[in-house]
């Protein structure tokens, strides 16, 4: 059975850093390339960052350039994002994604959409306080 658990989310001060990791089990974690997403209340789910299956690559969202990393350990079978000078509108429940294809790259576009991953974590709350 596949698994994603996320932490690190919590309440921050506008400019405030926080780091979220996702743990994944039950598949060959290396093969996958791995994305964030995020939601906040009444707003569609937003595309923040992916990571192709080996970590030469990352991709990010135009709000986040900048002040998000992404990265990845494959000898943890975890995926981690590192985010800076956050901003209020950074508040959402932040979710970790696999994506639904191994060895997959972006030229396909998958990355960017919730429909081209099908495992996902629980959700992590962040919150940026003013």
């Known amino acids: 059975q596949v698994q994603l658990v996320e932490s690190g989310g919590g309440l921050v001060q506008v400019g405030g850093s926080l780091k979220l990791s996702c743990v994944v089990s039950g598949l060959p974690f290396s093969g996958y390339a791995m994305g964030w997403f995020r939601q906040a209340p009444g707003k569609e789910r937003e595309f923040v960052s992916a990571i192709n299956w080996n970590g030469g690559s990352s991709y990010y969202g135009d709000s986040v350039k900048g002040r998000f990393a992404i990265s990845r350990d494959n000898a943890k079978n975890t995926v981690y994002l590192q985010m800076n000078s956050l901003k209020p509108e950074d508040t959402a429940v932040y979710y970790c994604?696999?994506?639904?294809?191994?060895?997959?790259?972006?030229?396909?576009?998958?990355?960017?959409?919730?429909?081209?991953?099908?495992?996902w974590g629980q959700g992590t709350q962040v919150t940026v306080s003013s």
């Open positions: 994604a696999l994506d639904g294809l191994p060895f997959r790259s972006s030229t396909s576009g998958s990355y960017y959409s919730p429909s081209g991953y099908n495992h």
